[in-house]
């Protein structure tokens, strides 16, 4: 997806909001879209809430925040700052950022009034650096990322296998 696919600008009626522990199913389903897409996560089995409680729970709102956009009570996507290498003092200002779209809402702004929040939000949170992690096949987020001012910062050749298929890791940051 490039810049300009993003046909419809988010819903006037959508609001971006710390997650709830309510909204982990929603953040599940999500989540496990993805994973069936087979290109925007490198899981390869769906979870489940219950598996996913202590990553939840983990995201104190004050440190490492789960929003949420949800429009008509229905949660459409989510973003997540989360800790990189936790309890290294000199790390903590950086967090990386992982942001998933509900199918049927792709295309239509989520993804990046997510990201846009994400960043605005970042140094509240005591946060001066943002990073992804992408399949480097996943031309949406590179696409959505760049948009928002990430660059590439590194690559990892040929770290994932997916159905036979190896893929390079790359990294997109930021300061903020």
Not at 7 to 36: C, M, Q
Not at 52 to 57: L, Y
Not at 72 to 83: D, I, P, Q, T, Y
Request: neutral net charge; glycine residues 6%.
């Amino acid at each position: 997806m490039s810049p300009e696919d993003e046909v419809n600008e988010r819903p006037e009626t959508s609001i971006i909001r710390i997650a709830a522990s309510t909204d982990l199913p929603a953040i599940v389903e999500i989540y496990n879209e993805a994973v069936a897409q087979r290109f925007a996560t490198a899981d390869l089995t769906a979870v489940t809430p219950v598996s996913r409680r202590v990553w939840f729970d983990e995201h104190d709102p004050a440190d490492f925040p789960i929003w949420v956009l949800a429009d008509g009570g229905r949660v459409r996507g989510w973003c997540s700052l989360s800790a990189y290498r936790a309890k290294r003092a000199a790390l903590l200002g950086t967090a990386e950022i992982s942001y998933y779209v509900a199918r049927d809402a792709q295309r239509r702004g989520v993804g990046t009034a997510l990201v846009r929040h994400a960043i605005a939000e970042a140094p509240r949170h005591g946060k001066r650096v943002l990073f992804g992690i992408l399949l480097e096949r996943n031309l949406a987020s590179v696409s959505l990322l760049t948009k928002c001012g990430f660059e590439l910062w590194g690559r990892l050749p040929d770290v994932a296998l997916i159905d036979g298929e190896l893929v390079s890791h790359v990294y997109y940051g930021r300061k903020v």
